[in-house]
Nanobody, 125 residues
């Protein structure tokens, strides 16, 4: 099993930055991809960004492209989501997740078998 521990988040004014972290442990060899999702009140959980460990491709939602940066420091261990130029619409609970099956669609949350705890991100003046 893959365990994920997320950290970061908080409150920031529009235009500010925050960084989220997600550390994976356990059976990391069964971790095929890691991603970030978010869920605003009354909304569906939506894809934000993800990395496919096989090849290292990184994917972003159109709404965050150019503002958010996903990076890693150790393959399959820790990912970071650097969030810049934050907008009030970015306010949500953010979740990191890991794909634990070999066949998946990286933007679809149901393919992710391990989830970290939610992190509140609030962007407000």
């Amino acid at each position: 099993q893959v365990q994920l521990v997320a950290s970061g988040g908080g409150y920031v004014q529009p235009g500010g930055s925050l960084r989220l972290s997600c550390a994976a442990s356990g059976r990391t060899f069964s971790n095929y991809a890691m991603g970030w999702f978010r869920q605003a009140p009354g909304m569906e959980r939506e894809f934000v960004a993800a990395i496919n460990w096989r090849g290292g491709s990184i994917y972003y939602a159109d709404s965050v492209k150019g503002r958010f940066i996903l990076s890693t420091d150790n393959p399959k261990n820790t990912t970071y989501l650097q969030m810049n130029s934050l907008k009030p619409d970015d306010t949500a609970v953010y979740y990191c997740a890991a794909v634990t099956q070999p066949v998946y669609a990286i933007r679809i949350s149901s393919y992710y078998g391990a989830w970290g705890q939610g992190l509140q991100v609030t962007v407000s003046s």
